[in-house]
């Protein structure tokens, strides 16, 4: 990722700076491997309780050798038919200049070597006043990670 980033949200030294997401502009990064969908949304949906939680496990491989100073969030929406809202890489739509991803920092940055595995794992959570993401970055041998950010929403969360 970027450690100009990483290193701008260690400047606060505090727990919560680490918890939050960022909307960022990336210019000067490195993605470590290609994109992938995390979670899906179909709206609208109707019934008596909508249950938006969601849980993932992604696994990348290392294009290269590499520290991971935090993980991109990009959104791709099909809003009806053929008609598309993407700020992800691979399917950027024409005119989103002012749109820009989501940074999620790790506390504790993690080497990876080319051929690596690479895991994450996010959550969206929610309560009945407030919804909030969780993530975590670990080796595939489990043998290096960091601790899940944010649990139960103690340092970012969004009001519903």
């Given at each position: ?13 505090s ?13 000067n ?34 294009a ?97």
């Open positions: 990722m970027s450690s100009k980033l990483w290193n701008e949200v260690k400047v606060h030294d727990l919560k700076s680490f918890e939050t997401p960022y909307v960022v502009r990336l210019h990064f490195y993605a470590l491997a290609p994109t992938q969908s995390c979670f899906k949304f179909t709206h609208p949906k109707f019934g008596t309780r909508i249950d938006n939680r969601r849980q993932a496990e992604l696994r990348f491989t290392a290269e050798s590499a520290v991971v100073h935090g993980l991109a969030g990009y959104f791709d929406a099909v809003l009806f038919g053929d008609v598309t809202l993407s700020i992800e890489p691979d399917t950027h739509s024409d005119g989103m200049f002012s749109w820009f991803p989501i940074y999620f920092p790790l506390r504790e940055p993690l080497r990876f070597q080319k051929g690596e595995e690479v895991v994450v794992n996010f959550w969206r959570l929610e309560s009945n006043n407030r919804v909030w993401y969780e993530w975590s970055v670990s080796s595939g041998d489990g043998m290096r990670h960091v601790p899940i950010h944010n649990p139960n929403g103690r340092s970012y969360w969004i009001g519903l």
